[in-house]
């Protein structure tokens, strides 16, 4: 997202229903008609890290294959509006649905009807050289009965780009925003209301060419501050404090163009995870890691496209009591797309992560662990204006004693309908499992019509 290899560009839409308190994003509609990308048996061999590690050794744009969702098309593209050298552009949806488990649990399910709103609004130069963007948006879930789940997020940012010569370039950003970590994602607590957290994201870099090769260098830092919670009614001691934490670090990488859309690249990623208001008592879950990668973009004809970065990721805790964390880590995309109107997409990652402390005392129980997601996702052009969508996601969680391993597990079905330049209608089913997390296995169904507007 933002202007990660110099370039602004926008940061793709994920399921709001099941986002994670790392990546703060919108709906599960938005995710399901976004940029695809190919598919092969290549990604179930190919594992996963940190997003940007691919972004990092990119050499060029990724506009190439043209698939059923990037095809132009003129009687129903949105235009925008030119502003002197600026392009402002906007989005507004409403999706009136239902719910049948609120607080997602295994026993005491209780339904209620929810109205989502998502507003978003981005200018971008239209310079010849040098960039600059912004965005902002803003997310609301109301519930009818159940008042207290719902939420208002809210993001802000800028971007930009200078173009010292043709061949070197300098890049930040910066944003900010109000978001809540809520029941149905795998990272939650279990607190009486989704837990509001402010995070604040800093990056900076350079890049410069050598004929076919390119080399890059990023730093970057990001401050996560939560809210206190409660559960059954009783403030949690300190959590507040306890789970507030600021990553920062850099990546350094080499790539090399072999051809049009052909790059293999490598480089080093380190970072510290530093958790900034440690209660006294309180197990310090502050670490210091590094992530070696290599990989490459290929794109064949433009109908396959392979994208994957594979590396070795080890974290190494502050307490000595906590044992050091090391191994295979990486992501990898692979789309096919076949024709104009059927375009596939696979995902494959793993990496760390680290789920919030629930309570005071347990400062220690989840100190870090493996975490493996998938996915893949379809969408089919039935009619010029008529898109089907379907997808399947997972995570698997692979936590540390005295925690069992959990599976994610989250399918949509959805269609679109382009009803103009401006106006968009659809429908989408979600259906959402935890299995295996502590016996109780939770599930949830929901079922939603939007109505949506684009500038």
């Given at each position: 997202?933002?202007?990660?290899?110099?370039?602004?560009?926008?940061?793709?839409?994920?399921d709001?229903?099941?986002r994670?308190?790392?990546?703060?994003?919108?709906?599960?509609?938005?995710?399901?008609?976004?940029?695809?990308?190919?598919?092969?048996?290549?990604?179930?061999?190919?594992?996963?890290?940190?997003?940007?590690?691919?972004?990092?050794?990119?050499?060029?744009?990724?506009?190439?294959?043209?698939?059923?969702?990037?095809?132009?098309?003129p009687?129903?593209?949105?235009?925008?509006?030119?502003?002197?050298a600026?392009?402002?552009r906007?989005?507004?949806?409403?999706?009136?649905?239902?719910?049948?488990?609120?607080?997602?649990?295994?026993?005491?399910?209780?339904g209620?009807?929810?109205?989502l709103?998502?507003?978003r609004?981005?200018?971008?130069?239209?310079?010849?050289?040098?960039?600059?963007?912004?965005?902002?948006?803003?997310?609301?879930?109301?519930?009818?009965?159940?008042?207290?789940?719902?939420?208002?997020?809210?993001?802000?940012?800028?971007?930009?780009?200078?173009?010292?010569?043709?061949?070197?370039?300098?890049?930040?950003?910066?944003?900010?925003?109000?978001?809540?970590?809520i029941?149905?994602?795998?990272?939650?607590?279990?607190?009486?209301?989704?837990?509001?957290?402010?995070?604040?994201?800093?990056?900076?870099?350079?890049?410069?060419?050598f004929?076919?090769?390119?080399?890059?260098?990023?730093?970057?830092?990001?401050?996560?501050?939560?809210?206190?919670?409660?559960?059954?009614?009783?403030?949690?001691?300190?959590?507040?404090?306890?789970?507030?934490y600021?990553i920062?670090?850099?990546?350094?990488?080499?790539?090399?163009?072999?051809?049009?859309?052909?790059?293999?690249?490598?480089?080093?990623?380190?970072?510290?995870?530093?958790?900034?208001?440690?209660?006294?008592?309180?197990?310090?879950?502050?670490?210091?890691?590094?992530?070696?990668?290599?990989?490459?973009?290929?794109?064949?004809?433009?109908?396959?496209?392979?994208?994957?970065?594979?590396?070795y990721?080890?974290?190494?805790?502050?307490?000595?009591?906590?044992?050091?964390?090391?191994?295979?880590?990486g992501?990898?995309?692979v789309?096919?797309?076949?024709?104009?109107?059927?375009?596939?997409?696979?995902?494959?990652?793993?990496?760390?992560?680290?789920?919030?402390?629930?309570?005071?005392?347990?400062?220690?129980?989840?100190?870090?662990?493996?975490?493996?997601?998938?996915?893949?996702?379809?969408?089919?052009?039935?009619?010029?204006?008529?898109?089907?969508?379907?997808?399947i996601?997972?995570?698997?969680d692979?936590?540390?004693?005295?925690?069992?391993?959990?599976?994610?597990?989250?399918e949509?079905?959805?269609?679109?309908?382009?009803?103009?330049?401006?106006?968009r209608?659809?429908?989408?089913?979600?259906?959402?499992?935890?299995?295996?997390?502590?016996?109780?296995?939770?599930?949830?169904?929901?079922?939603?019509?939007?109505?949506?507007?684009?500038?």
């Amino acid at each position: 997202s933002g202007s990660r290899n110099g370039k602004v560009r926008a940061t793709p839409y994920r399921d709001a229903w099941i986002r994670r308190t790392k990546a703060p994003a919108l709906t599960v509609w938005e995710s399901m008609i976004s940029g695809v990308r190919r598919l092969a048996p290549l990604a179930v061999a190919l594992v996963a890290t940190p997003a940007d590690a691919v972004a990092q050794g990119r050499l060029e744009d990724e506009e190439r294959g043209i698939t059923v969702l990037n095809r132009p098309r003129p009687e129903f593209d949105p235009l925008g509006v030119r502003v002197g050298a600026f392009t402002l552009r906007g989005s507004a949806s409403i999706d009136q649905g239902y719910t049948d488990n609120v607080f997602y649990t295994a026993r005491d399910r209780k339904g209620d009807a929810f109205t989502l709103v998502n507003a978003r609004g981005t200018f971008a130069s239209n310079w010849s050289r040098h960039g600059v963007s912004g965005f902002a948006g803003v997310q609301r879930l109301q519930y009818y009965s159940e008042r207290d789940q719902s939420f208002t997020n809210g993001e802000a940012g800028l971007a930009g780009r200078y173009d010292l010569t043709p061949d070197t370039e300098l890049s930040a950003d910066a944003s900010s925003g109000v978001f809540h970590v809520i029941r149905t994602e795998a990272d939650a607590v279990p607190s009486d209301s989704p837990v509001q957290y402010r995070l604040t994201s800093l990056g900076a870099g350079g890049a410069q060419r050598f004929g076919r090769y390119r080399a890059s260098l990023r730093g970057f830092y990001r401050l996560y501050d939560y809210d206190e919670f409660s559960v059954n009614g009783r403030t949690v001691r300190g959590s507040g404090s306890f789970n507030d934490y600021e990553i920062y670090g850099a990546t350094a990488a080499v790539a090399y163009a072999r051809g049009p859309f052909r790059t293999v690249f490598g480089g080093v990623r380190v970072f510290r995870v530093n958790y900034t208001s440690v209660p006294a008592g309180f197990v310090n879950l502050s670490a210091n890691a590094a992530y070696s990668f290599v990989g490459f973009n290929y794109d064949f004809d433009g109908v396959w496209r392979y994208e994957f970065d594979v590396g070795y990721l080890t974290r190494i805790y502050d307490d000595n009591a906590i044992d050091t964390l090391s191994g295979l880590s990486g992501t990898a995309r692979v789309t096919w797309a076949p024709t104009a109107l059927f375009a596939m997409r696979g995902t494959l990652q793993r990496t760390i992560s680290q789920q919030l402390v629930p309570a005071a005392g347990n400062a220690g129980f989840n100190n870090g662990f493996f975490s493996t997601s998938f996915g893949l996702d379809a969408t089919y052009e039935l009619y010029r204006n008529v898109l089907l969508n379907a997808a399947i996601q997972g995570r698997y969680d692979e936590f540390r004693s005295p925690r069992s391993p959990a599976w994610f597990l989250s399918e949509t079905l959805g269609v679109t309908v382009l009803l103009d330049r401006n106006f968009r209608a659809g429908a989408y089913y979600l259906r959402q499992d935890t299995l295996n997390e502590r016996g109780d296995n939770p599930s949830r169904n929901v079922v939603a019509l939007r109505l949506a507007a684009e500038l």
